[in-house]
């Protein structure tokens, strides 16, 4: 007969897998993820085609939306802070175009695991591609941000400089980083169904604690912690400085590289323990 | 060489109802200290499977069955490495096929051709390898122009002509089918049934679940019983399927 129950040597119960070994199954999960590069490039492309579909301007409601409010808030907020509109609207459409990038990543993040249940629970897809799914949807809409700066910058004088080649470097940063928050929060937020409402509210105030709408030298002396200790501003600079013609300043670099490499251990390391355990809370 | 060993495979899955899966139930929990809750602790899970052990190898054809509920799609699910069993040990080598969601990646938008490409690249099958399918697939569906055509204008037939053409398009080393597929009208039956066969033939371990002794009987050469989530017997076809039916 070729089928037989297997003879187990020892009788006492099955160990559950060490730590060691569930990392060198998470560790295998990224590498194969990066690997599927086709599958997510395609789910990416299609979460973008299938919310614009049949729309006479399809994906470019996303620059449309997007420039709408810059320049309305930024008319506005011009007058409120009383600056002058050539100096506060660049500035202005920067910070939102990077914040977009940046929060887009933070919300999405909780339902990367959420939105893929039918995948997950079908096929043996390692749980890191809907992660980098969902960053291809939001460097997609990025991009189509991207689109309103030059104009922006043609129409008030601003001149590019060779800083601005600093810029693209600080993107690869920022979604380097969209996948340990993406493999954390995601498989948190499948875990804790509540997870996803309060990261919504924690982001709007970030929003507006982090120099996205004000400059940092608007600030009373007493809360310059405010911007100093801000991972997020670090992020933000490293993309709009060079944008705006200025090198970031050295310690966003370094605080930039700090949450790298803290966020991927912490994340990595929950990952690895409750990566097998995803598929059961969908 | 594929094989397939499943060592005292246990899965349970948890029932979080919407109290218990918020983080305020968690926290209030954890801040009131916990020894009083331990039966608040006690988390309801449902026990899918339980203890399985099994090892198969080239040449093995299995079929699983069992009431409803016994645990048959799950143990496929393992089979097929989705669920990954928390106690216990799954080995599996070999390339799996699952033919338990034909249209898996298939998006209606898009035409019979991009949904070629789509479907091939979750079934695994570079791009290069999906193009040379194009021509099969094209005579064994006889969609004509329709593969043109976006997918969404196509009656649920041909749609499922069109998914079972992919799906079988390529044979692999462990093939796993939750019921077999019955696609389309009479005349396409028999084709699809000749397809499936080779199929079947050519792929070196084949689990299937049915409820029909007639399908079990023509494509396994060992069956397995599963009851309440375990494996009560295992081996002769007939043996297994005359215990299943004896024992209600």
């Not at chain 1, 569930?22 to 295998?28: I, R």
Request: glycine share 6%.
């Amino acid at each position: 007969m070729s089928i037989t129950i297997p003879e187990i040597a020892s009788s006492e119960p099955p160990k559950p897998p060490s730590m060691a070994r569930h990392l060198t199954l998470a560790l295998e999960d990224l590498v194969k993820g990066l690997y599927d590069w086709r599958i997510w490039l395609l789910l990416g492309m299609n979460d973008i085609r299938q919310r614009y579909r049949r729309s006479q301007l399809g994906q470019f409601w996303i620059t449309f939306a997007m420039a709408t409010t810059i320049v309305t808030l930024g008319i506005l907020y011009s007058y409120l802070f009383k600056m002058d509109l050539r100096v506060y609207l660049p500035y202005l459409g920067t910070s939102l175009v990077v914040w977009g990038l940046i929060s887009g990543i933070v919300t999405d993040s909780g339902s990367a695991f959420i939105n893929s249940e039918a995948y997950v629970k079908q096929a043996s897809i390692p749980r890191s591609v809907f992660v980098h799914q969902m960053l291809v949807r939001n460097s997609i809409v990025f991009l189509h941000n991207l689109i309103i700066l030059p104009p922006l910058y043609l129409f008030f004088g601003l001149t590019p400089s060779w800083v601005l080649l600093l810029a693209p470097i600080g993107v690869a940063f920022i979604i380097l980083n969209g996948v340990w928050v993406g493999l954390l929060l995601g498989a948190f937020c499948a875990r804790y169904r509540d997870m996803p409402q309060i990261i919504a509210s924690l982001i709007q105030v970030v929003f507006f604690m982090t120099p996205v709408m004000w400059q940092p030298p608007q600030l009373p002396g007493r809360l310059v912690w405010l911007v100093r200790y801000n991972p997020v501003e670090s992020f933000m600079d490293l993309v709009r400085d060079p944008l705006l013609g200025q090198a970031p300043p050295v310690s966003s670099w370094e605080g930039a590289a700090i949450v790298t490499v803290v966020g991927y251990s912490v994340s990595v390391l929950f990952f690895a323990r409750f990566r097998a355990r995803i598929i059961y809370w969908l | 060489m594929a094989s397939i060993v499943l060592d005292r495979v246990t899965v349970e899955f948890p029932i979080y109802n919407a109290r218990k899966r918020s983080l305020k139930a968690e926290l209030i929990r954890r801040a009131v200290g916990g020894r009083i809750q331990s039966d608040d602790d006690s988390r309801v899970s449902v026990v899918a499977l339980r203890d399985i052990s099994l090892m198969l190898k080239d040449g093995d054809r299995l079929g699983l069955v069992g009431h409803n509920g016994a645990g048959k799609s799950t143990l496929l699910r393992v089979l097929s490495r989705v669920y990954e069993p928390p106690v216990g040990h799954a080995e599996i080598k070999g390339t799996i096929s699952s033919l338990t969601d034909l249209t898996m990646g298939m998006d209606p938008e898009a035409t019979g051709y991009e949904n070629i490409l789509l479907r091939s690249i979750f079934l695994g099958v570079p791009i290069k390898q999906a193009r040379q399918m194009v021509p099969e697939i094209e005579e064994f569906t006889e969609l004509g122009n329709f593969l043109n055509l976006p997918m969404r204008t196509y009656s649920s037939g041909m749609m499922v002509r069109l998914a079972f053409a992919i799906s079988t398009a390529v044979t692999p080393e462990i093939l796993i089918m939750d019921e077999v597929i019955a696609a389309g009208d009479a005349a396409f039956f028999e084709k699809a049934e000749a397809r499936l066969d080779r199929m079947v033939g050519s792929s070196r371990i084949l689990v299937v679940a049915s409820h029909s002794d007639t399908v079990i009987r023509r494509m396994c050469n060992k069956a397995a019983l599963l009851r309440e989530g375990r494996i009560t017997m295992i081996g002769d076809v007939d043996e297994v399927l005359a215990t299943y039916h004896g024992q209600d």
